[in-house]
């Protein structure tokens, strides 16, 4: 057998081996149609600033406030449904859950149903990127920005595809409960200047994020040390694990260029101006 044999091999195994629960759901079935739209994010993202380039910044003040108040809304009722999700299945265990693969317990299919909402809704996210293009607001689409957006689907399919329940459930409901409040201050800003005066908590959903993705690794860190879910689930623990560590280097550097060495600079200015 040679090693194309092999891999293709491999891979018809790897896809008819998900969990049963979701193999039948949209975008599910195989990796592709998320490959897809990952690399039509990227695609964008490299030309939509040369389009934009000669033409007048677009004014969605409207559409923004619509659309981050619907996250708003999405991002509340996932943190509600992933709690009441887990509270509704008998004994489940918070910090070491394995998922069982059967199909038709609504219990179990209750929580795969918002793991999969909850990664359908990293595309439609997508918009933050597609919105801060229009306005000519390039600054914001930073390595950070679009390293987040890209690899969230690409983690997230695997979550749904082999995963969808047990301890995944924590990371998500962590991140759907942080974007209740970030989402909330865009749409708050998105009304206009007369809002600035209240919206002097932006440095603290920095640290929300944060605080966050730290908890978030010491939690997969201990479902991974307990081998909650298998071989393969543990090597998705371990993608996983690895991203969110990522994920507080660079929002860790983010705070510091932001916010630490933004008020040193600040109070050197201030110091040059008395003396």
Request: with cysteine; net charge positive; proline share 4%.
């Amino acid at each position: 057998m040679t090693t194309a044999q092999r891999i293709a091999d491999y891979y018809k195994w790897a896809i008819e081996n998900g969990d049963p629960k979701t193999a039948d759901w949209p975008l599910i079935a195989t990796p592709w149609p998320t490959i897809s739209l990952v690399a039509m994010y990227l695609f964008i993202v490299k030309v939509g600033p040369k389009i934009m380039e000669k033409r007048e910044a677009y004014n969605l003040r409207e559409l923004l406030i619509v659309y981050n108040f619907a996250l708003v809304v999405l991002s509340a009722w996932m943190s509600y449904e992933f709690v009441a999700s887990i509270l509704d299945i008998p004994n489940f265990n918070f910090f070491c859950q394995a998922v069982p693969q059967v199909r038709d317990d609504q219990r179990l299919n209750r929580l795969a149903r918002v793991c999969y909402v909850y990664w359908l809704s990293k595309f439609v996210e997508y918009l933050d990127t597609f919105f801060f293009i229009l306005r000519k607001k390039n600054n914001q689409v930073t390595f950070l920005h679009v390293y987040h957006h890209t690899s969230m689907c690409i983690l997230w399919w695997l979550v749904c595809k082999y995963i969808p329940g047990g301890v995944s459930f924590f990371g998500a409901a962590c991140n759907s409960f942080v974007h209740v409040v970030m989402y909330a201050y865009y749409c708050l800003s998105a009304i206009g200047p007369q809002m600035r005066p209240y919206l002097w908590w932006k440095r603290y959903i920095t640290k929300l994020q944060l605080t966050q993705f730290v908890i978030v690794v010491i939690y997969l860190s201990n479902a991974f040390r307990r081998n909650c879910i298998g071989f393969w689930g543990n090597v998705q623990l371990l993608l996983h694990l690895s991203f969110v560590a990522t994920m507080v280097i660079l929002f860790g550097n983010f705070y510091i260029q932001s916010y630490l060495d933004a008020n040193k600079a600040n109070r050197r200015n201030k110091q040059k101006k008395h003396d």
